[in-house]
């Protein structure tokens, strides 16, 4: 991003502060019509990628050269165009009426621009994506069997990306955007500008800094905590690995270790209620399903993946004898519990939501006494000044959601009006010979595969527009789909070859990129299998009787405990291959049990819960011996 000087930064920072204000007053006092709001959003987001990003590496980086200047300006017209026809365009038929040539060419203008946008401000995979689902409605009249379709007319294409409010450029899914997201992300960047995130790692740090993996630990929960309201994997990564990263390297860590962990961890905040990123709000839109139901079902998955991480950084600890943080170097339980007002506001979030307020009026709660606690504290303190610049980073924080999901809803159109969502599930359907699991396999491949390089919003909702058809034919319920879709368009971030969250992790831990992408696949796991047992097992989404949901945690805490002995090759003592392979096994056979709902009986969960206690005493019995043998020594 360029850092713009004079009055062009001057200009730039009065736009995006202006848009967050914007979005802050249609929070409390209502929406504006969908082709307003969002017109205006993209009117405002759009000029910034060309002005704020540079086109080639040889563009210049301090100020933007003519033609973006004259991209800029253009990229105004069409939104505006939107807004003033918004009445005559409520009235017409869709599908029926003629598209005027005004409409075409700014219609074409608009699609281009965002198409180029996307490719500065996002990576350019994704533009060449969405150019190749334009190409398709080209190629599809020549294809046979299920991907046939009629010949398209341009105004058509046209229509249903421009004109649309349910679908395209100023469909829903930017209507998501230009609301409910708009104002976690103004909430995110006021906990960033009063140092909720420092207090983060400083509450990590005194948690779990001090025992084995200490540093490890505090980059899991700090990333975790941070990585919910940030909602960029990336961005997280720079934001709390920049003081875990050299902490663990100096602690003994290996640096792609280091690195891995701090971006399966930051990756991980994005499934962790109660914000999700954005996701969350993009899926209650989709879906229809409520919210506060959302976070309800996915909060037992994020649960169980961090504390997968958690346990696999100890045993990685124990077996190399790597120690904790020392106490004289954490910041001290009294100014800690000082600072813990800044948890509030989110504590305050999770109860509005919990007592059935919109997300909007949680949002703006939440916001309100972040700003009113920023007074409690000097550095903090909301000035006018820090203030002010708070709302230029969440208009900032802006541009790439907004272009995002601009792109993502042409694809989301010419996927729906195309007909290729439905003969894609039919395909996976087929080659699955009908049978669950590799209808599983093939939706994990394809969200993966639509994931790589992008932002996991995007990259969801690209995704399930695909691969959620296909589940649902399969008889999977609508929230299942979803949430197993979510999953692996986050997880691409840490997966092999293209990961982008892993590369930063690298570039801060100064290690091999794909060496550090496999041992975050390799961390991340658990968090490939979560998925398929609740697709299985609902209870997992807290979907069954109380003793059904108990047994299924305490099978999946099994399954953790299994694969990060078998992986790491350590379990109070290191473990040879025999062992490992053995340990990797009985993983294997609890995820088959723990999918198999229907042989989960009482005489299953006595079973469990009893192996549970024999379980908690060995682990008892060995550390005490352990300990003792050390005393000796």
Excluded at 448 to 461: E, Q, R, S, V
Excluded at 494 to 509: D, E, H, Q
Excluded at 566 to 579: A, E, M, V
Aim: charge should be positive.
């Amino acid at each position: 991003m360029r850092e713009l000087k004079g009055w062009l930064s001057k200009f730039v920072a009065l736009c995006l502060g202006g848009l967050a204000l914007f979005h802050l007053y249609t929070a409390i006092f209502g929406v504006f019509p969908p082709r307003i709001q969002r017109g205006v959003h993209l009117m405002v987001l759009l000029p910034m990628a060309f002005l704020l990003y540079p086109a080639t590496k040889k563009s210049p980086i301090d100020k933007p050269s003519y033609l973006d200047y004259f991209l800029a300006v253009l990229s105004v017209i069409p939104p505006i165009f939107i807004m003033l026809a918004n009445d005559r365009l409520n009235l017409r038929f869709q599908l029926f009426d003629p598209v005027s040539t005004i409409e075409v060419v700014l219609g074409l203008i608009n699609i281009l621009l965002i198409l180029e946008a996307v490719r500065r401000v996002v990576v350019p995979v994704m533009a060449i994506l969405m150019a190749a689902f334009f190409g398709y409605i080209y190629i599809a009249p020549l294809l046979p069997g299920i991907f046939y379709i009629k010949p398209m007319a341009l105004s058509r294409i046209v229509e249903i990306n421009y004109l649309f409010t349910s679908e395209g450029i100023y469909g829903s899914i930017v209507g998501v955007t230009a609301t409910f997201v708009a104002v976690f992300v103004i909430f995110g960047a006021f906990l960033q500008n009063t140092k909720t995130g420092e207090f983060f790692t400083n509450l990590a740090c005194k948690l779990a800094g001090e025992g084995p993996g200490g540093p490890a630990k505090i980059a899991i929960i700090s990333s975790g905590l941070f990585g919910s309201i940030s909602g960029v994997a990336a961005a997280n990564v720079y934001a709390t690995g920049v003081f875990t990263i050299p902490l663990m390297k100096k602690l003994g860590y290996k640096p792609h270790v280091a690195g891995a962990v701090e971006a399966a961890a930051s990756t991980g905040g994005l499934i962790m209620p109660p914000i999700m990123g954005a996701g969350a709000f993009v899926m209650s839109e989709i879906t229809g399903i409520p919210y506060a139901t959302i976070i309800g079902a996915a909060v037992l998955g994020a649960i169980f993946y961090y504390i997968s991480l958690i346990v696999r950084v100890h045993l990685y600890a124990q077996k190399y004898d790597l120690k904790g943080v020392a106490v004289v170097d954490q910041v001290p339980w009294k100014a800690i519990l000082k600072d813990s007002y800044q948890l509030i506001p989110l504590i305050l979030l999770v109860i509005f939501l919990a007592s059935g307020f919109s997300p909007f009026m949680a949002a703006v709660f939440a916001i309100l006494s972040t700003f009113l606690l920023s007074f409690l504290r000097k550095d903090t303190m909301m000035t006018p000044k820090r203030l002010w610049n708070t709302f230029v980073l969440s208009g900032q924080n802006l541009i790439m959601l907004g272009i995002t999901c601009a792109g993502a809803g042409m694809i989301i159109s010419i996927v729906t009006f195309t007909g290729l969502a439905l003969g894609i599930a039919t395909v996976i359907s087929s080659w699955s010979g009908g049978f669950l699991l590799p209808a599983l396999l093939l939706v994990t491949f394809t969200s993966i595969l639509m994931g790589m390089g992008m932002p996991c919003t995007p990259a969801y909702i690209i995704a399930v527009t695909i691969g959620a058809p296909a589940m649902q034919a399969m008889g999977i319920a609508v929230l299942p789909a979803h949430l197993f879709v979510f999953y692996f368009a986050i997880l691409a971030e840490i997966t092999p070859p293209v990961c982008i969250a892993s590369y930063c992790g690298a570039n801060i831990a100064q290690s091999k990129p794909m060496q550090t992408g496999f041992e975050s696949l390799k961390l991340a796991l658990v968090g490939f299998i979560i998925p398929y047992i609740f697709v299985y097992n609902p209870a997992l989404l807290l979907q069954g009787t109380f003793l059904e949901v108990i047994t299924l945690c305490i099978l999946v805490i099994y399954i953790i405990g299994f694969i990060g002995a078998g992986l790491q090759g350590f379990f109070i003592k290191k473990l040879n291959y025999f062992f490992r392979g053995i340990s990797l096994v009985v993983a294997g056979a609890l995820v088959t049990l723990a999918c198999a709902k229907d042989f989960i009986d009482t005489r299953v969960i006595q079973i469990v819960i009893l192996l549970a206690g024999a379980f908690l005493v060995l682990v008892f019995v060995a550390k005490k011996m352990k300990s003792r043998r050390a005393a000796m020594v």
